[in-house]
Nanobody, 122 residues
């Protein structure tokens, strides 16, 4: 089993930055792809970013490309999401997830955190 806990969310003005962290415990996540997803009220869960097991490959949703950066630290069993140039439409609950399919969608991820709220004011 893998337990994931997100932190770093909060309220920020448009154009600002936040760094989300995801701490893993239980089984090591070193062999898992790690992803960030988000869900706004009344909307479906949306893919944000993913990093493969080694950290050598990343991919992003179209709406965040060029603004967000995903990274992982194997030694600390941590995953991060650096969010820059934030927009009001980035407001959502952000979830960290671990899965075996780097190219997969939400259904391909096995373990999920409880989420952290990000609110961007205009």
């Amino acid at each position: 089993q893998v337990q994931l806990v997100e932190s770093g969310g909060g309220l920020v003005q448009a154009g600002g930055s936040l760094r989300l962290s995801c701490a893993a415990s239980g089984r090591t996540i070193s062999m898992y792809a790690m992803g960030w997803f988000r869900q706004a009220p009344g909307k479906e869960r949306e893919f944000v970013a993913a990093v493969n097991w080694s950290g050598g490959s990343t991919r992003y949703g179209d709406s965040v490309k060029g603004r967000f950066t995903i990274s992982r630290d194997h030694a600390k069993n941590m995953v991060y999401l650096q969010m820059n140039s934030l927009k009001p439409e980035d407001t959502a609950i952000y979830y960290c997830a671990a899965g075996r399919n780097y190219y997969g969608g939400a259904r391909d991820y096995d373990y999920w955190g409880q989420g952290t709220q990000v609110t961007v004011s205009s």
